[in-house]
Every structure is written in structure tokens, then in C-alpha cells.
T-cell receptor, first 116, second 113 residues
């Protein structure tokens, strides 16, 4: 158990709908990351938050948005869903970094999203 | 931005043999290189990492080497076992990059009996 909690574990929804994925980071971690993993694909970085503020942005679609709340949990909102959005969405967290990089990133179990 | 290439995409070895997976990165500012193992349908798990001030690191049957000049790093697994079968991802993180990892495309390792 990495200590990163994600809900829901599985989700099936129809095209055009909107879903929200939730993540609770490890205790004490300030950074939250979202990654998308499609079938037979690698891990695509979507977005990072640090202590409530957006820190880095990857290939996140405009239909997707995220936020990190004061209690440090994060939500990833996916709207106008398309079949191609079906994927495993991982949340990850890492310990506070004074500056720079190099802190271990711990992944949650992921949320399986199936768009039908 | 950083670009990480990983080879091979699939690797099949006999139990007891060694396996080597190689990655190259593009951003010379990268200074942190973790390796993750992902079993089917499960989360990626860190198995070893190396920082740019070290050339080699070993943990039991797993070792990672880093060549900063050539901008490549490799994962070495010795005495492979069936439970080593999984997808392995390398990643790179640049200094000042806010801990944003760029992952390679993964290597499907299969250890055959």
C-alpha cells in the first residue's frame, strides 16, 4: 500500500458525460500528480499541484481540469467524455521538496475509466 | 521538454538469465532517474532510483547505471525469476522541474521457465 488513495476504482460512463476522480495523497505529501495510462500505452503526465497551486502541466486536454484543495486532496474532472478517454488514471504524490526535484513519487492504485 | 526513449519494448529471458533495459534522455539538466515496475492492472512501484552524482547503484539483484555524458541509464536484473515478469518504466526528472517525471514507453519483461 503506497498510502495514496484513489476513488472510484472503476467507473463506466457514456460518451458526453462528465466524471470526477478523487485522490488523497500520502500523509505529509504536498505534491499531487495525475497520469493517464491508456491500453498498451505508457504513463502520460497530465498535471501537477503543489500545496494547492498548479506546478506543472503536461498533455492535458482542455476538457480535463484538476484542482487541489486546502486539505491537499485532489480531483481530476473529465468532461465531454469520448471513447478515447477510456484509460487508467493514476494519482501520485511526493514529499515536500525545498526546491528542484528528485523526490520519490508514489502512485495510487488508479481509477479505471471506461467510456461506452 | 524532456524526452525519454526506452529499449527494448519487449524482452524475453530464461529464468536465471540477466535482463538489461536501456533508456536515453534528452535534457542534460535531468538529475533524478527512477525505475518503476508495473504488474498487469496494478500501480507502478518504484524499484530503484539513481541521482546524477552517482554512476551506479545496486540493490540485491537489481542495479542501475548512469552515464551522464552519453545521457543514458540502464536497469540490470540478474538471476531473473518468474515474478520479475512485468512492465518496467524508466523516468527522468530535470533539476527545477518541480519533480515532474517524464517516463519512457515501457519494457514488457517476460521471464520464461
Amino acid at each position: 500500500d503506497s498510502g495514496v488513495t484513489q476513488t472510484p476504482k472503476h467507473l463506466i460512463t457514456a460518451t458526453g458525460q462528465r466524471v470526477t476522480l478523487r485522490c488523497s495523497p500520502r500523509s505529509g505529501d504536498l505534491s499531487v500528480y495525475w497520469y493517464q495510462q491508456s491500453l498498451d500505452q505508457g504513463l502520460q503526465f497530465l498535471i501537477q499541484y503543489y500545496n494547492g497551486e498548479e506546478r506543472a502541466k503536461g498533455n492535458i486536454l482542455e476538457r480535463f481540469s484538476a484542482q487541489q484543495f486546502p486539505d491537499l486532496h485532489s480531483e481530476l474532472n473529465l468532461s465531454s467524455l469520448e471513447l478515447g478517454d477510456s484509460a487508467l488514471y493514476f494519482c501520485a504524490s511526493s514529499a515536500p521538496s525545498g526546491r528542484g526535484s528528485g523526490n520519490t513519487i508514489y502512485f495510487g492504485e488508479g481509477s479505471w475509466l471506461t467510456v461506452v | 521538454g524532456e524526452n525519454v526513449e526506452q529499449h527494448p519494448s519487449t524482452l524475453s529471458v530464461q529464468e536465471g538469465d540477466s535482463a538489461v533495459i536501456k533508456c536515453t534522455y534528452s535534457d542534460s539538466a535531468s538529475n533524478y532517474f527512477p525505475w518503476y515496475k508495473q504488474e498487469l492492472g496494478k500501480r507502478p512501484q518504484l524499484i530503484i532510483d539513481i541521482r546524477s552524482n552517482v554512476g551506479e547503484k545496486k540493490d540485491q539483484r537489481i542495479a542501475v547505471t548512469l552515464n551522464k555524458t552519453a545521457k543514458h541509464f540502464s536497469l540490470h536484473i540478474t538471476e531473473t525469476q518468474p515474478e520479475d515478469s512485468a512492465v518496467y518504466f524508466c523516468a527522468a526528472c530535470p533539476t527545477g522541474g518541480g519533480n515532474k517525471l517524464t517516463f519512457g514507453t515501457g519494457t514488457q519483461l517476460k521471464v520464461e521457465l
